[in-house]
């Protein structure tokens, strides 16, 4: 579903990104973890062309990606590609002029050109399977933040993407409210769906995630399933997050 | 000790400010003028060189000197006096309002003997008699006034051809400001006719190959001298005065010299202009306030239509656009933002008339709303600018183009942002569309002045005048802060 090769990015003269290759199969759920400033959400947004990279290839969801995507058949392959790889950010960046409905059926609307009825049809089933079917109408300065990170995903969720990309999804939210959101991404990585996020949450790398990436200055520093990577890893970089995590 | 000093330095600080305002003013005591000229060496005369060649100008030769058949007349009476002549500058139509406030001894600037004014000041006898002369375009058949019924004819505010004009009610009056445009917009066809003095007539009309001036008469008048009421005694002197240089010939020289000596200044006059009474505030009156505060309304509402979009469209321009865009939203911005609106108003009126010919309305409009726009589009540019970065990468991470990212993302929440300073822009260019009057458009500040000069006062038109601005602002402003609560939900006040 995903395979990165040799990814580097630089910004200015800092190299951000090194010689990363990685490969990702159709249902895996990865747990990106590290220190932070290692090049996580670099490495995240590279995947959707949200930053371009200096070197390497991004095949994702059937969709090649270069660096200087620049010519305006590029520019209409990143769009479809966009379409197919959902993004859920820390900050959730919902839309505040639009109710919840509304910021989960804007895009299919628009970019998918769907009709309103079956689009309104879908949303209000997302928001079902995010708990919030009766918000339907909120705006997001009347939702949680649990509420609102709920609604990011079923507003990515509506394009009805092949990945889904998570940038640290609860690390702005009260513990009381991550749980509600995890327990989403339980249901959706038990659903079959190929994820990558970006997390804190030792459980959740731990007895969600197919495999765990440890990413540090710009390389992945580690690469295998939890109980390897988590309970026994080999690096000392990975040793020294995890027991600093633990604490 | 600070403070005391504080204090001090505002205290010099008034005392000078009232020096100054002391300066601008040589009011004598009421009946005092004369003694004061005398004993001041000097009379001063206010006068308002826009009025142009030949009354009072300056000299093309050497600009610092001012020069005219008003000037040299003046200059004789002066040496009559034994004093010296200095003319004081003021807008021609606050002329006799500034010589009521004692702000210079006379006025001498074509002011016409009308049975209003001589209710309100002292005139002197006359110094030139002219004739109300009417100008057509050349090869259109009107031979007279009464030809011109239902088109509209235009003039000067405050003067005998305007009242002439107000007199026949089927007749549309046009009122200017300066001697040049009425003929251009005669020229151009906006107006079919023009009635105005033969010298203003014969300098900027008759010349016209395209324009034609009727032979005969349509009224005759005199230029007086304006005197505050209880000057009689200067009255006296200057029309002793202007007897001696009409019996030593010097006005006949000095009329000839500017080339303006003709038949009509030896023979008998009759009773100067027509009389209107002065009119009280009443239904009518009210009317007219209503349709011209319908005209500012019209106005400001079409021009803020037009700056909405025009705005938002430069400032996506200059924080979205490549180079060229950027630049070229730029310079608008400076230059539209950078240069009078009057200046604007004017070019689009009168300078552009070759190329576009708009309608004094659609000239306001126009000229206010591209106005208006630099002004929206930099606070469409700040809104923009204030929106969280993460909006957009949303939008394009769902696939969203740059033009819907804009159309449904950045620009309602621009707009919701820019709410508060767009009702603040809409207040002012409410007041700002006063300006439109110099392009003949009669909206509440001119039709404000109008009344004023029928009503000979200021306070109850001005105080209508405002009444309706607030009445135009309120319910705008109170609707503005509707929208806001509706859209801005989620903006509440930070608790302090
Ligand atoms: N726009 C930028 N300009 C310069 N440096 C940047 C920029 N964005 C990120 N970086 C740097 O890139 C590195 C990786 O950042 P990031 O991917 O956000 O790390 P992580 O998500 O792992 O905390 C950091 O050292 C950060 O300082
Ligand atoms: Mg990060």
Not at chain 1, 70 to 95: C, P, W, Y
Not at chain 1, 190 to 216: K, N, Y
Not at chain 2, 157 to 175: G, M, R, S, W, Y
Not at chain 2, 225 to 240: E, F, N, S, T, V
Request: aromatic content about 6%; some cysteine.
């Amino acid at each position: 579903m995903i395979s990165v090769r040799t990814l580097s990015k630089r910004h200015g003269d800092r190299q951000v990104l090194k010689d990363v290759s990685a490969d990702v199969a159709k249902g895996e759920t990865i747990a990106i973890v590290g220190p932070s400033g290692g090049g996580k959400s670099t490495l995240l947004r590279c995947l959707n062309y949200l930053e371009t990279f200096d070197e390497g290839t991004v095949e994702i969801a059937g969709f090649k990606l270069r660096p200087n995507m620049t010519s305006r058949a590029d520019i209409a392959t990143i769009r479809e590609m966009r379409v197919r790889v959902g993004m859920v950010f820390q900050q959730f960046n919902l839309f505040p002029h639009l109710s919840a409905i509304d910021n989960i059926t804007l895009a299919p609307r628009i970019v998918k050109q769907e009709a309103p009825g079956k689009s309104l049809e879908r949303g209000l089933e997302l928001l079902a399977k995010v708990g919030l079917r009766d918000r339907a109408g909120a705006f997001p300065h009347e939702l949680s933040g649990g509420q609102q990170q709920r609604v990011a995903i079923a507003r990515a969720l509506a394009q009805q993407p092949d990945v889904m990309l998570f940038d640290e999804p609860t690390s702005a939210l009260d513990p009381e409210m991550r749980d509600d959101v995890m327990e989403v991404m339980k249901d959706l990585a038990a659903g079959g769906m190929t994820m990558l996020v970006v997390t804190h949450e030792m459980q959740f790398a731990h007895d969600i995630a197919s495999r765990v990436w440890v990413i540090d200055q710009g390389t992945i520093a580690e690469d295998g399933p939890p109980s390897q990577v988590v309970d026994n890893p080999r690096t000392a970089v990975a040793r020294e997050f995890f027991s600093r995590i633990r604490k | 000790m600070v403070a005391y000093a504080a204090v001090n330095r505002g205290l010099v600080l008034i005392a000078l400010a009232c020096a100054l305002i002391a300066c601008g003013t040589s009011a004598d005591p009421a009946g005092q003028t004369l003694a004061g000229i005398q004993q001041r060496g000097e009379i001063t005369w206010g006068a308002d060189i826009q009025g142009g060649e030949p009354f009072v100008y300056e000299d093309p030769q050497n600009p610092s000197q001012l020069i005219g058949f008003e000037v040299d007349i003046m200059n004789g009476i002066a040496r009559r006096l034994g004093v010296k002549a200095r003319m004081v500058q003021y807008t021609w139509s606050n002329l006799v309002p500034s010589l009521e406030r004692g702000d210079f001894d006379v006025v001498m600037n074509g002011l016409e003997s009308t049975a209003e004014r001589r209710e309100r000041i002292l005139l002197s006898d006359p110094y030139y008699v002219y004739a109300e002369t009417l100008t057509v375009r050349a090869g259109e058949p009107y031979r007279s006034l009464f030809d011109l019924t239902g088109r509209s004819v235009g003039t000067l505010n405050q003067t005998v051809a305007h009242d002439i004009l107000l007199a026949i009610p089927t007749i549309e009056p046009k009122v200017y400001e300066g001697n040049e445009e009425p003929y251009r917009d005669l020229e151009l066809g906006r107006t079919d006719g023009v009635l105005l003095d033969n010298i203003i007539a014969d300098r900027y009309g008759c010349i016209n190959k395209a324009l034609r001036c009727l032979p005969y008469d349509v009224a005759r008048g005199v230029y007086v001298i304006g005197i505050r009421k209880g000057d009689a005694d200067l009255k006296k002197a200057i029309d002793g005065a202007l007897a001696e240089m009409r019996k030593d010939g010097e006005l006949q020289k000095i009329l000839e010299k500017h080339k303006l000596w003709d038949h009509r200044q030896t023979e008998q006059q009759t009773g100067g202009g027509i009389t209107r009474p002065a009119r009280s505030f009443d239904g009518e009156m009210l009317w007219q306030f209503l349709q011209a505060a319908w005209v500012t309304l019209k106005i400001s509402l079409l021009a803020f239509l037009l700056a909405v979009p025009l705005g938002m469209l430069l400032a996506v321009g200059r924080v979205y656009g490549a180079t060229p865009l950027r630049v070229a939203a730029r310079i608008y911005i400076e230059v539209f933002r950078g240069t009078p609106v009057l200046l604007q108003l004017f070019v689009l009126y009168y300078g552009l008339s070759d190329v576009i010919q708009l309608g004094p309305m659609e000239a306001a409009i126009l000229g206010l709303g591209l106005n208006y726009a630099a002004y929206e589009a930099e606070v469409y540019r700040g809104a923009l600018l204030a929106i969280p970065r993460g909006q957009s990468e949303a939008a394009r991470a769902l696939g969203m183009g740059p033009w819907q990212t804009l159309r449904h993302i950045m620009i309602p929440q621009a707009l919701r942002l820019a709410l508060p300073p767009m009702t603040n822009d809409f207040v002012s260019l409410l007041k700002d569309s006063s300006l439109v009057s110099v392009i003949t458009v009669i909206e509440l500040t001119k039709r404000m002045t109008i009344a004023a000069v029928d009503m000979r006062g200021w306070l109850i038109p001005g105080i209508a005048c405002a009444a309706m601005y607030l009445l135009l602002s309120f319910p705008l402003s109170e609707l503005a802060r509707r929208l806001e609560r509706r859209l801005a939900r989620d903006q509440r006040p930070h608790t302090l």
